[in-house]
């Protein structure tokens, strides 16, 4: 049950009364956008944000500067799932930095605790057969998977300190469902971790990615074998197609009006130290947020939502159509890519834009000056 153990005798409650009250959220939601304006482009561009949000600080967490401090923008949430780290832990880092930027007003809804069908067990054994899956989030924050709990362990003491903010009580795929119908085919939905919550969503809702804007994910890395040899093997692993494949292929076979991939090109820009002392030439909240849990890492999930942010900062891509591999095999997860002539669209395999190359410098410029916004003096006590 992809929801955590605290909440699973409302989630039975729920199901049984699931299909009247989908039918009634859809409804809602459809007569609340009739009385809304007309899109124009002087409006912001709606956004909700999945990813699981590891924290505290790193690409997880930053992420979601280029969201909150773009006035182009309007995040309607952020939604969670497991994958770098455990859904309550990472939830609770992301509603602690809300509250250290000032961002109370923004809702979190927590989402999946599990992959739909991978398990512990699995990897184990697919690591015995296959080789070892150099990152496993949170089931190798251990260093042995042998010691990895069954089920999710509870909230340990943050560093950062806990948060007063609470979770929604909606669960993630409700929240995105309701979201997307009550601004039917205005809202991006940028992924930046395991596609667990927005498959759990196009099941419950069939309509869902139909009714949505676009998708923007950050992975779907293609060709990264001599990588892994000749340089980070963490950084050639696709992990959060590799955490929940199933969930991918779900998500990547739905009738989404467009998908971006923002797969290779996401690994070459870094949060160096150089680069972090120019953020923090200017002393904020914010900026002490990221010095004191700074992480030498490719800036990920910030450039993934920045995109969001900004679609022209795209300087290059090719379209393909893009799969996950969901065989028992060694690629189990890996990005599967056709072109036109050959791709076997019977079997609803999609269109996807491959990013090749970002302006970097617009990318880091806007980062920057994003990162030194101010934010609520009362906000870091």
Not at 101 to 113: K, N, Q, W
Not at 209 to 238: C, H, P, Q, Y
């Amino acid at each position: 049950m992809p929801f955590s153990p605290s909440r699973r005798r409302t989630h039975t409650a729920s199901h049984r009364l699931l299909p009247t009250a989908l039918r009634a959220l859809v409804l809602g939601a459809g007569l609340l956008a009739a009385t809304q304006p007309t899109a124009h482009a002087a409006e912001p561009r709606l956004v909700i944000e999945d990813n699981d949000f590891l924290g505290p600080g790193g690409s997880d967490q930053q992420s979601i500067i280029p969201l909150l401090f773009n006035p182009a923008v309007k995040v309607l949430g952020f939604t969670v799932a497991t994958g770098d780290g455990w859904e309550n832990q990472e939830s609770a880092h992301l509603r602690r930095f809300l509250e250290i930027i000032g961002r109370t007003d923004v809702p979190v809804a927590d989402g999946a605790v599990y992959p739909l069908i991978n398990s512990v067990p699995r990897m184990r054994m697919r690591e015995k057969q296959f080789g070892t899956i150099p990152w496993k989030g949170a089931w190798g924050a251990l260093g042995s998977m042998d010691k990895v709990p069954s089920e999710q362990p509870p909230l340990p003491a943050m560093k950062d300190g806990a948060p007063s903010l609470k979770p929604t009580a909606e669960s993630a795929a409700l929240f995105l469902i309701r979201q997307v119908h009550a601004h039917p085919h205005q809202v991006t939905i940028v992924e930046a971790g395991p596609m667990t919550n927005l498959a759990l969503a196009i099941r419950i809702d069939p309509t869902f990615a139909a009714t949505a804007k676009e998708l923007i994910f950050m992975g779907g890395l293609l060709d990264t074998s001599m990588r892994a040899l000749t340089g980070n093997v963490d950084f050639a692993s696709d992990f959060n197609m590799i955490f929940d494949p199933e969930a991918a292929h779900i998500t990547l076979t739905a009738p989404w009006p467009s998908i971006t991939v923002v797969g290779n090109v996401s690994n070459d820009l870094m949060m160096t130290r150089d680069y972090l002392k120019r953020i923090q030439q200017k002393r904020t909240p914010m900026t002490d947020y990221i010095g004191t849990y700074y992480d030498p890492l490719p800036m990920w999930d910030e450039m993934a939502t920045a995109i969001a942010a900004d679609p022209t900062l795209i300087s290059t891509s090719l379209d393909a159509y893009m799969d996950i591999d969901i065989a028992n095999g060694p690629h189990y997860g890996h990005v599967v890519v056709w072109p036109d002539a050959t791709a076997p669209k019977e079997t609803g395999i999609r269109k996807v834009r491959i990013v090749q190359s970002i302006n970097a410098q617009r990318f880091l410029d806007t980062f920057l000056r994003e990162a030194q916004s101010d934010v609520h003096p009362a906000a870091h006590p």
